[in-house]
């Protein structure tokens, strides 16, 4: 019977042993990822972030849509001071029409300038200037001073120096 005491007993000590090393090994484990779910969070909030950002772009984005349109809008409702629509006094041309070919050849003079130096190509329909024209006179003037523009400062009427030679022979006090 002493033999039995000391088998069951040897079980009983080897059974709670293999629990007491189970129960470590789940502690253990769990204390390694204890912080997992600040992770988790941080994953999240950068999710957020990124969201609000594209968000953020998108209203942005439809902002500067709605401002061009009403800006549109107010170009086509406005005569800007004429009688009727189609420049001048109850005419087709006259005082109204010349200041329509001298105001395109302002807004034409900046937008071709611009152009040339930002690298870009040759085109002045492509500007909204030109699109929204509200008179023919306006187109007139505004492919006019782009043109002028856009070759100024191109290279072709900045004085000679818009090319390698211009630019030595403005060094050297010569014109080429």
Request: no cysteine; proline share 1%.
């Amino acid at each position: 019977m002493n033999n039995l005491g000391k088998v069951i007993g040897g079980s009983l000590m080897t059974l709670a042993f293999i629990f007491g090393i189970g129960v470590a090994s789940g502690t253990t484990a769990q204390a390694q990822y204890r912080d997992y779910g600040q992770y988790q969070r941080r994953d999240r909030d950068n999710d957020n972030d990124r969201d609000r950002r594209r968000d953020w772009k998108r209203n942005r984005k439809w902002e500067r849509n709605q401002e061009r349109d009403r800006y549109r809008s107010y170009r086509r409702n406005n005569n800007y001071g004429n009688y009727g629509n189609y420049g001048g006094y109850g005419g087709y041309g006259g005082y109204n029409n010349q200041n329509e070919v001298n105001r395109g050849y302002q807004e034409g003079l900046n937008t071709g300038s611009s152009d040339a130096r930002r690298g870009q190509s040759y085109s002045p329909q492509r500007s909204h200037w030109y699109q929204d024209a509200r008179t023919q006179a306006f187109r007139q003037g505004f492919v006019q001073g782009y043109n002028q523009g856009y070759r100024q400062y191109a290279g072709y009427g900045n004085r000679g120096y818009g090319s390698t030679g211009g630019i030595l022979g403005g060094i050297l006090g010569r014109r080429y």
